[in-house]
């Protein structure tokens, strides 16, 4: 089947640090990767979506400088969080595409990765 | 622009009872709907997903899916209700098949 891990499961960082996350497809080829943040009020915001050979669109109030992301190859990709501040703690989900599938269009989610800013 | 209402942000029933909860979208074009459950500090688990043929779908744990266009609605059904069925819902839409958008969701409460 197809699976997507995440990890660091949990970080706990101090204010002005970086915090580096990682995603792993296993059993597809994620074509496409949606990185995702999760507030503490539980309300979900697309911070990124990444294709594999295409440049990573952004949305509004989220940054490559702020949130750089790589995706070298159909199973991984990463992110990262530049210069953490309270505001940039919650729960980041990765959403990978299997592009192979055709256009079924369902988002595998890893269980996320956890943002404490101290 | 695209958007996923959920209503609700609380259901509470009880165990064995059936629920219903609400999800309305606003996207004039071809859309992919789903729900997504999340466990107490888990990540998204797929249920289920409309794009075409037969409005009603069935997901996984009993769980059934709705789609009308005239209401620009997808509401989630289960008939009997578990107390494991406790999670946060989440409505989403996809109108180009990669990114969702996701509703604020609604947290569902099964009692004993």
């Known amino acids: 089947g197809a699976l997507v891990y995440q990890y660091p499961r949990r970080t706990i960082c101090k204010s002005g640090t970086s915090m580096r996350m990682e995603c792993q497809a296993v059993?597809?080829?994620?074509?496409?990767v949606a990185w995702y943040r999760q507030s503490p009020q539980k309300t979900f915001e697309l911070i990124a979506l990444?294709?594999?050979?295409?440049?990573?669109?952004?949305e509004q109030n989220f940054t490559q400088e702020k949130f750089p992301i790589s995706h070298p190859n159909l199973s991984f990709s990463s992110m990262t969080v530049l210069n953490a501040y309270l505001e940039d703690r919650g729960l980041y989900l990765c959403?990978?595409?299997?592009?192979?599938?055709?256009?079924?269009?369902?988002?595998?989610f890893g269980e996320g990765s956890k943002l404490t800013v101290l | 622009t695209q958007t996923v209402s959920q209503s609700d942000a609380h259901v509470t029933v009880f165990e064995g009872d059936s629920v219903e909860l609400r999800c309305n979208y606003s996207?004039?074009?071809?859309?992919?709907l789903s729900w997504y459950i999340q466990h107490h500090g888990r990540g998204l688990q797929f249920l289920l997903k409309?794009?075409?043929?037969?409005?009603v779908v069935q997901g996984v744990n009993g769980f059934e899916a709705e789609f009308s266009k005239s209401d620009s609605s997808f509401h989630l059904r289960k008939a009997s209700v578990h107390w494991s069925d406790s999670a946060v819902y989440f409505c989403?839409?996809?109108?180009?098949?990669?990114?969702?958008?996701f509703g604020s969701g609604t947290k569902l409460t099964v009692e004993p």
């Open positions: 059993g597809f080829q994620a074509t496409s």
């Open positions: 996207y004039g074009g071809s859309i992919y």
């Open positions: 959403g990978a595409r299997d592009g192979l599938g055709g256009n079924t269009g369902q988002l595998y």
């Open positions: 989403a839409v996809m109108p180009n098949y990669n990114v969702l958008y």
């Open positions: 409309y794009y075409s043929g037969n409005p």
């Open positions: 990444s294709t594999v050979n295409s440049a990573i669109k952004y």
